[in-house]
């Protein structure tokens, strides 16, 4: 079994920066992809950013410029640091991480709980 464990989150004035983190623990051989997801209400889940294991990134166009991802290999964690938030930012963020498992050495894809970032006008 895999955890993913958030923290972060909370409530910020438009402009303002909030930072996620996400720690990942249990039966990890490696870690290919971390990253966030959203979901905004009465919207689908949508990519935020992930990272691969070589530190390769990719953002969703509306935070380019505004969001920085990067995590600590050795700590298995993922940092989320968020700049000049909107009010369009408002979602629940999700940790995401493929992780191949110690027996088999498959990908296996996990999710966190979710935590709250709520962007006031």
């Known amino acids: 079994q895999v955890q993913l464990v958030e923290s972060g989150g909370g409530l910020v004035q438009a402009g303002g920066s909030l930072g996620l983190s996400c720690a990942v623990s249990g039966m990890i051989f490696r870690i290919d992809v971390m990253g966030w997801y959203r979901q905004a209400p009465g919207k689908q889940r949508e990519l935020v950013a992930v990272i691969t294991s070589g530190r390769s990134t990719n953002y969703v166009d509306s935070v380019k410029g505004r969001f920085t991802l990067s995590r600590d290999n050795a700590e298995n964690t993922v940092y989320l640091q968020m700049n000049a938030l909107k009010p369009e930012d408002t979602a629940v963020y999700y940790c995401?991480?493929?992780?191949?498992?110690?027996?088999?050495?498959?990908?296996?894809?996990?999710w966190g709980q979710g935590t709250q970032v709520t962007v006031s006008s």
């Open positions: 995401y991480a493929v992780v191949r498992d110690t027996r088999y050495n498959l990908p296996h894809q996990w």
